[in-house]
């Protein structure tokens, strides 16, 4: 028994993992590492969620649990363009009876930052309650600010006070 507490107690050796030659793909501008299955090595571009990421395997029939470097270039092509011009439900799509055009619409990479960037930008000029939460750098859905948010505030006067004690 003794023995067997020895063991437990002798710290092992490091063993340094292998190192394993790992590609970098390009999928719509963002580089993903190829080891990745396909299902979830989408869901790493901005805009696309696993609900369409799913979509997008079933509707192109591709095996999800490929990993994306296996992936041939043809597959790939017809997964970009899927992805800039999809034909999904419209619940799937992030940007429904949009503003400007009034359709329904898939944003995804820097063109879903930059709308989101125009989007608060515009309700910042009309004034709207939303824009001035966000120039106030406050919570914009409601939250209670009561306790959390506070990153932004200045320091109280008790807090103040405690700092010059010491």
Not at 31 to 39: A, E, L, T
Not at 92 to 114: A, C, Q, Y
Not at 140 to 161: C, E, I, L
């Amino acid at each position: 028994m003794a023995k067997e507490e020895n063991k437990e107690t002798e710290k092992k050796a490091y063993v340094p993992k292998k190192e394993v030659h790992v590609n970098l793909i390009r999928v719509l501008g963002k580089d993903i590492r190829g080891d990745h299955k396909i299902g979830s090595a989408l869901t790493k571009i901005n805009g696309i969620s696993w609900a369409f990421s799913n979509a997008v395997c079933k509707i192109l029939k591709l095996d999800r649990s490929v990993t994306l470097q296996d992936v041939s270039k043809e597959d790939l092509k017809k997964i970009e363009e899927f992805i800039t011009n999809p034909e999904v439900p419209v619940f799937l799509k992030n940007r429904r009876k949009d503003l400007d055009s009034g359709e329904d619409m898939h944003m995804s990479g820097v063109d879903l930052k930059l709308r989101k960037e125009f989007d608060i930008k515009r309700l910042k000029k009309i004034k709207a309650y939303r824009g001035v939460r966000h120039s106030a750098n406050l919570p914009v859905r409601g939250q209670r600010t009561k306790a959390n948010f506070r990153k932004n505030r200045k320091p109280s006067v008790a807090a103040a006070k405690k700092k010059e004690k010491k």
